[in-house]
């Protein structure tokens, strides 16, 4: 775990959350494990289901899965469960690194409650539980429309950074990633590699993948080419007046053809046509991450 979290403050915002929605919000740590949620008890139809210790463990990789997928993206994702019912998880973000989630469902969102009971049904069929009683609860499920789903997802992701902002979550400066991430994120425009780092944190190759892998859902390389390319499109739409090979250069680029030939690949177009494009409308602008 390479955050804590003010918990006292958490709860009251996550009660906060609830009235407005009436959804259910759960706060993991960078682990996957389950800290607080507000209310403290699950849903009826969950409640049901995990009465299997099958069924129990299915919900924590769900679980699991999602939030890798989530730190993956660095995005919110909403996504049906193994069961059936509909939930949304947002990462919390402190630098580059992923020190927890908010997750909101249950949810009962399907047109009609017989559409729903029906998959319900079919994706429960091998648990031992008592599906009566799981239909009961599934038909006194309110039907939640897909428009408030995404309301609801945004208003969570605005939680999240709201969250990380009033330090209600606070990195324990002495982890590793939080290191290696704040020195790769003052030093991305310089020549740096694998062995720099490994060599400047007196860790082997292996060890630093998995950070990398961990909490950037890809490699070292990747991710710092990933923080240039960032860059790129920052300076091209911000400073009209320089030139495509000082941007290159001041990115981290020492070759100019190569960064040409990337950005292209990951754009869709040359660097050129893609500052012509946001010029006219900076929502036009593939991949656009500007802040």
């Known amino acids: 775990m390479i955050s804590t979290f003010n918990l006292s403050k958490l709860n009251s915002l996550l009660q906060d959350f609830h009235n407005i929605t009436k959804l259910r919000i759960t706060v993991f740590d960078d682990a996957f494990h389950e800290l607080t949620a507000y209310p403290e008890?699950?849903?009826?139809?969950?409640?049901?289901?995990?009465?299997?210790?099958?069924?129990?463990a299915a919900c924590a990789r769900c679980d699991a899965h999602a939030c890798e997928m989530?730190?993956?993206?660095?995005?919110?994702l909403t996504y049906r469960c193994h069961a059936g019912l509909t939930e949304s998880i947002a990462?919390?973000?402190?630098?580059?690194?992923?020190?927890?989630y908010?997750?909101?469902?249950?949810?009962?969102?399907?047109k009609s409650h017989e559409e729903g009971w029906n998959t319900i049904q079919k994706n429960c069929a091998?648990?031992?539980?008592?599906?009566?009683?799981?239909?009961?609860?599934?038909?006194?499920?309110?039907?939640?429309?897909?428009?408030?789903?995404?309301?609801?997802?945004?208003?969570?992701?605005?939680?999240?950074?709201?969250?990380?902002?009033?330090r209600m979550a606070i990195v324990q400066r002495k982890e590793?990633?939080?290191?290696?991430?704040?020195?790769?994120?003052?030093?991305?425009t310089e020549e740096i590699s694998v062995t720099d780092l490994c060599r400047h944190f007196q860790?082997?190759?292996?060890?630093?993948?998995?950070?990398?892998?961990?909490?950037?859902?890809c490699g070292i390389a990747e991710h710092i080419r990933s923080l240039r390319m960032e860059k790129a499109k920052s300076l091209l739409v911000e400073h009209t007046e320089m030139k495509i090979s000082d941007i290159a250069a001041a990115c981290g680029f020492s070759d100019y053809n190569y960064f040409i030939?990337?950005?292209k690949r990951l754009t869709g177009m040359p660097p050129g046509k893609y500052r012509a494009v946001c010029r006219t409308d900076i929502r036009s602008c593939p991949g656009a991450s500007l802040s």
């Not at 989530?70 to 919110?76: E, F, G, L, T, V």
């Not at 990462?91 to 927890?100: A, C, E």
């Not at 590793?176 to 991305?188: K, M, N, R």
């Open 126 to 166: 091998a648990y031992r539980i008592d599906t009566a009683a799981l239909k009961a609860a599934c038909f006194a499920c309110p039907l939640i429309p897909e428009d408030y789903i995404l309301s609801v997802s945004h208003i969570m992701q605005a939680v999240a950074s709201y969250l990380c902002l009033e």
């Open 70 to 76: 989530a730190a993956s993206s660095r995005n919110a």
């Open 203 to 217: 860790i082997g190759k292996t060890h630093l993948y998995e950070i990398s892998d961990q909490n950037y859902g």
């Open 176 to 188: 590793l990633p939080v290191q290696i991430d704040e020195y790769i994120s003052s030093h991305f």
């Open 261 to 263: 030939t990337l950005f």
């Open 91 to 100: 990462p919390l973000t402190l630098g580059n690194i992923v020190i927890g």
């Open 41 to 56: 008890h699950i849903a009826p139809c969950c409640r049901i289901i995990r009465t299997d210790p099958a069924a129990a």
């Open 102 to 110: 908010l997750l909101f469902g249950h949810v009962f969102s399907y």
